[in-house]
């Protein structure tokens, strides 16, 4: 992404603002089961920080947006009989073969809600029941854009996408983005 950064055309890469979005996570989720060190809580954490850290030394100008997961139980329950909601059954075999009372999904759900919290809105995913359609990236550009004119400390949680989120406008005492230095 760097080195993206650094050669697209058109793009200052030291004086031009950059917005990176992450959502990472669900993928550790899903294959928990295989490793429980690489895929733990600790590990995300750790690789995070480092990612956060690389990209705060690294790229000028940045704003960087970190998205939290989505709780990954409800993928249990899809029954669209599209092709890639099947494929990704097979992708999260540590969430969706385990059985429903078992130890394995209870500890899997714990992880889970380690990594997030909050409830899921399948109508926000594309026909593989993992990636965002238009509607969902809607929402998540407004919730940031939102975000990113609260102070620290004093930011709105999404809890659902059942209602549009409302845009605001910057406040005429704080026009700018708020940030933590």
């Known amino acids: ?44 954490i750790h690789y995070m920080t480092e990612a956060l850290d690389m990209m705060m030394k690294e790229i000028p100008r940045t704003i960087v947006n970190v998205v939290q997961i989505l709780p990954m139980k409800p993928l249990r329950e899809v029954q ?13 075999s540590c969430l969706v073969q385990p059985e429903e009372n078992s130890t394995e999904l209870k500890e899997l759900v714990e992880i889970n809600t380690q990594f997030q919290d909050g409830t899921v809105d399948l109508s926000f995913f594309t026909a593989d029941c993992f990636h965002f359609t238009v509607k969902g990236h809607e929402e998540l550009a407004k919730g940031l854009w939102n975000n990113m004119f609260q102070p620290v400390g004093g930011k709105e949680t999404i809890k659902t996408f059942s209602e549009p989120i409302k845009l605001i406008c910057p406040a005429k005492e704080h026009p700018y983005i708020y940030t933590s230095c």
């Open 1 to 44: 992404m760097i080195d993206t950064f650094k050669s697209y055309p058109g793009l200052n890469f030291e004086e031009d603002w950059k917005v990176v979005t992450m959502l990472i996570g669900m993928n550790d989720i899903c294959n928990y089961c295989k490793d429980k060190t690489l895929f733990s809580p600790d590990s995300f």
């Open 80 to 92: 669209r009989p599209t092709l890639g909601c099947q494929l990704q059954k097979s992708f999260c």
